[in-house]
């Protein structure tokens, strides 16, 4: 079991690793003219899909009218930087200290 475990996160960091940082680039741009109008990059980027997942939601979007010009580069932003094998956000803290 652990063997396996360890398998996949090297697998995952492999992709991970293997990702186009010009694509990544072109895909943190496409987030900002595509996603930013309707959403906040706390709700996107507290997210953490898998690469099926992101690409349902993606779908969804443009069921909804988004208009996706570089959509093979945001789904690689959205899976190098949220993807499911990524550790969960920190909480959002207000300056007195207290959980938002």
Sequence with gaps: MTGRLLWLA???????????PA???????EEARSCIPCHSLRLIHSQRLSRAAWNKE???MAGWG????DRDALLEYLEVNFGDDKAP???VMSQDGVKK
């Design 10 to 20: 090297g697998v995952a960091a492999g992709a991970a690793l293997g990702a186009d």
């Design 23 to 29: 694509a990544v680039a072109r895909g943190q741009k």
């Design 58 to 60: 993606l779908d969804k």
């Design 66 to 69: 988004t208009a996706i010009v």
């Design 89 to 91: 956000p920190a909480p």
